[in-house]
């Protein structure tokens, strides 16, 4: 345990932004699964409003520094790839 006064203090701040970072991560995390699983299905409007909310989702991640922006594009794209097939088929 620190003695320092300031490194008190940053220890107490580093465990709340981990805190707090693991909690957005997780919430990407969900987000990005249900919409890999609502583009399984055959509903294409459930699929669109999943995609758009995990779209919205890694965008604010990147924001905040949890994952990298090309990351972010990546699955952003790969998402955008299951729901153009889905809607051509259906």
């Excluded at 490194?7 to 693991?22: E, G, I, S």
């Excluded at 990407?28 to 294409?44: C, F, N, S």
């Excluded at 459930?46 to 699955?75: F, P």
Aim: zero cysteines; glycine letters at 2%.
């Amino acid at each position: 345990m620190p003695n320092i006064k300031s490194a008190v203090k940053r220890v107490k701040t580093n465990d709340k932004r981990r805190m707090l970072n693991a909690s957005q991560k997780s919430a990407l995390r969900t987000a990005v699964k249900a919409a890999d699983v609502a583009l399984t299905t055959t509903e294409v409007e459930t699929a669109k409003a999943a995609v758009a909310l995990a779209s919205k989702k890694l965008d604010k991640a990147v924001t905040k520094g949890l994952i990298h922006k090309n990351a972010a594009a990546r699955k952003k794209s790969r998402l955008a790839q299951k729901l153009n097939a889905l809607t051509a088929q259906a």
